[in-house]
């Protein structure tokens, strides 16, 4: 029986059980695979519906698509730089 792939984790500095998949097909996809834990990319997608919606990304523009992968590779730590801004407002109080 195979053990679970580990990655040393970029963004938490441990070894840790890796993502199953690739989540993109791209080199950067390839970069998260191999350097992301799946700890870490949980964290990603309980944080990124606030860049999504605080910023009305559309996924399916490119500009969209450059934006989101920015954010990712700061909040990896894959490149430097501030996160930007997510001020979340509840719905009715905008």
Do not use: H
């Not at 969209?64 to 009715?92: C, H, N, S, W, Y």
């Amino acid at each position: 029986m195979n053990s679970p792939r580990t990655v040393l984790c970029k963004k938490l500095g441990q070894e840790l059980p890796a993502l199953p998949f690739r989540p993109f097909p791209s080199e950067f996809g390839q970069l998260l695979f191999d350097n992301v834990s799946m700890q870490a990319w949980q964290m990603w997608l309980a944080e990124s519906p606030r860049y999504i919606n605080t910023y009305r990304i559309d996924l399916q523009s490119a500009e969209g698509r450059e934006f989101l992968e920015k954010q990712m590779r700061i909040f990896f730590g894959f490149d430097e730089g501030e996160m930007a801004e997510t001020a979340f407002v509840p719905r009715g109080q905008e």
